[in-house]
């Protein structure tokens, strides 16, 4: 250790990039402080982001079980009584924890917490509080948090105007909720409500739900959302919403321009993206600069323009995921140990935990074919859930699985799936992408029966030949 510190490393923020970052160095050997202003230890995923929401989303999957007939469908036949205080007792719960599991994990390995907003006095040097710490290296894991839309005021204690955290919390089911942002936290979060009994609107910028997702998966949920009762408003803007006590008249146009029209809401829900987190970090006395999207760039290492300060997570390039930030924060750590760490961002899987699930990873359809340059260099094998028996037994016929592969050499270039556990599904994709297997690869790995990842056999077996189902 070089004593002319007093840390060895010091990670500024503790959510899923920061605490593994720091977890990881302490275990490589390395002194360690990791400074977080919450109250607890966790970001953005931990607290208010993946924890809570899948909390609730599993408590209103078996409200809502119970309440569309899908339970007396398989002969259990009740009505439910929704004691709301308990379902969020339970999400409260699950917080505390694992928020106070990374409080134990920092004891067991020696991860030193600075409790406190951090500011950078020079590359090696940070404020925190009243105290100042000083590192022989510097990893940035602030984050993100909810991008504002001008015209619009988020006041997540009023519960009419919310933001993804507002809407975890509210105290009583909205009667009309327009969610604005047809994306991930949008479509969680609209389904909570919308299982409680809301009625829900979906104001959405783009043609399609989903950005970034393929586009045979975006149209589907599409399908899906407006068959569980959402209403979808497609290439429209919100342009301004007014409070007036409890309600909330919101203001819309078409995407392209066009004529106004308005519309009441008693929640309002704003989820049109993040942004990274730098403000008030000092980036400025380091002379670090944030490209155009606010972000900070990084090398593949994960080393900042500015000698011994590293960046991860949200608050660089990528997906905005707490499994990419926490695979940086391994690989990060482990590189400042002098070790080589490597995070493949060709190969991190995205999930949407509604029912049923979205989840996708590697190239979508439109994005191999532009890749190859040309539709006829890519071959396509899909197999529909309603054709998988368990997914059939379990009454869940909606969805697909896609394979989308290199026409010449069969590797894999991208797996999509809709189905009730395609969050889990899509992990054996992933490591097949990463042993660069081929879509006969897989359709000559032996799949447990029945199990839903059959599908993902059966749609391997689809593109270069034919699967036995359908
Ligand atoms: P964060 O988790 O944002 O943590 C950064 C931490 O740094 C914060 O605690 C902040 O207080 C602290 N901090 C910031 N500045 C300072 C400073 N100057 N000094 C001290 N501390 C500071 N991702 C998934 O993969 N799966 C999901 O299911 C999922 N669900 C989500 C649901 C919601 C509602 C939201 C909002 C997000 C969700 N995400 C999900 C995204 C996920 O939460 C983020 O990608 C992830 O938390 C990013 O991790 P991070 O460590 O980069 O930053
Ligand atoms: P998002 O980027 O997923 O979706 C935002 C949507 O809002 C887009 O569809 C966009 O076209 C639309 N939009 C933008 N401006 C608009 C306007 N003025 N009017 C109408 N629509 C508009 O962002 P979201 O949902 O806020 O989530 C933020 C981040 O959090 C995501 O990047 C995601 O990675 C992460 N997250 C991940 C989850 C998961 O992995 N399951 C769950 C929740 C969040």
Redesign the pocket.
Same mark, same amino acid.
């Given at each position: 250790p070089d004593h002319s510190f007093d840390y060895d490393v010091l990670v500024?923020?503790?959510?899923?990039?920061?605490y593994v970052a720091a977890i990881r160095a302490a275990q490589l050997g390395l002194k360690t402080a990791c400074?977080?202003?919450?109250e607890t230890l966790?970001?953005?995923?931990l607290?208010?982001?993946?924890i809570p929401?899948?909390a609730m989303l599993h408590a209103s999957e078996f409200y809502d079980a119970a309440a569309n007939g899908a339970m007396a469908e398989m002969g259990i036949e009740t009505k439910p009584k929704l004691n709301l205080e308990k379902m969020h007792g339970q999400r409260i719960d699950a917080v505390d924890g694992l928020t106070k599991g990374i409080e134990f994990l920092f004891k067991k390995n020696k991860v030193d917490w600075k409790k406190?907003?951090?500011?950078f006095q020079d590359a090696h040097s940070v404020r925190?509080g009243d105290e100042t710490v000083t590192a022989k290296d510097i990893i940035i894991?602030?984050?993100?948090s909810v991008t504002p839309l001008p015209g619009v005021e988020v006041d997540n204690d009023k519960q009419v105007v919310v933001d993804?955290t507002g809407a975890?919390e509210l105290a009583k089911v909205p009667q009309k909720m327009v969610v604005i942002g047809g994306g &991930?936290?949008g479509l969680? /979060?609209g389904s909570i409500w919308n299982r409680l009994g809301a009625d829900v609107t979906v104001v959405e910028f783009l043609d399609q739900l989903l950005p970034g997702m393929d586009g045979e998966v975006r149209k589907e949920a599409g399908k899906i959302f407006k068959k569980q009762g959402m209403t979808l408003k497609l290439k429209t803007k919100v342009t301004g919403v007014t409070v007036k006590g409890k309600k909330a008249t919101l203001t819309l146009e078409p995407a392209a321009g066009g004529e106004e029209e308005t519309m009441e809401a008693d929640c309002v829900l704003v989820s049109i993206g993040?942004r990274p987190?730098t403000e008030?970090?000092g980036l400025d006395a380091i002379g670090l600069e944030t490209n155009k999207r606010g972000q900070i760039e990084v090398d593949h290492d994960f080393r900042t323009s500015v000698d011994g300060v590293w960046a991860?997570?949200? &608050?660089v390039p990528g997906p /905005?995921?707490?499994?990419?930030?926490e695979d940086e924060?391994i690989a990060c750590a482990e590189n400042i140990a002098g070790h080589t760490g490597i995070v493949n961002h060709d190969i991190i899987p995205g999930?949407v935990?509604t029912l049923p699930e979205f989840a996708g990873v590697g190239l979508t359809q439109e994005e191999a074919i532009e890749k190859l340059g040309d539709k006829a260099k890519i071959k396509v094998g899909k197999f529909p859930m309603m054709a998988n028996s368990r997914a059939k037994t379990n009454h869940e016929p909606d969805g697909f699985v896609k394979i989308i592969a290199d026409a010449e050499t069969d590797r894999v270039l991208g797996v999509w799936a809709i189905a009730s556990v395609a969050g889990t599904m899509i992990a054996e994709a992933g490591i097949a992408m990463e042993f660069g297997a081929t879509s006969e690869d897989i359709a000559y790995t032996c799949h447990a029966h029945p199990t839903h990842s059959e599908a993902m056999k059966e749609a391997a077996m689809a593109v270069t030949g034919k699967p036995i189902h359908i």
């Open positions: 500024i923020g503790a959510g899923p990039g920061g400074a977080e202003s919450r966790g970001g953005t995923c607290n208010v982001g993946c929401s899948k406190g907003l951090a500011t925190v894991a602030t984050g993100s993804s975890l &991930v936290i969680e /979060m993040r987190n008030g970090l991860i997570g949200d &608050v /905005m995921l707490a499994h990419k930030a924060g999930v935990y």
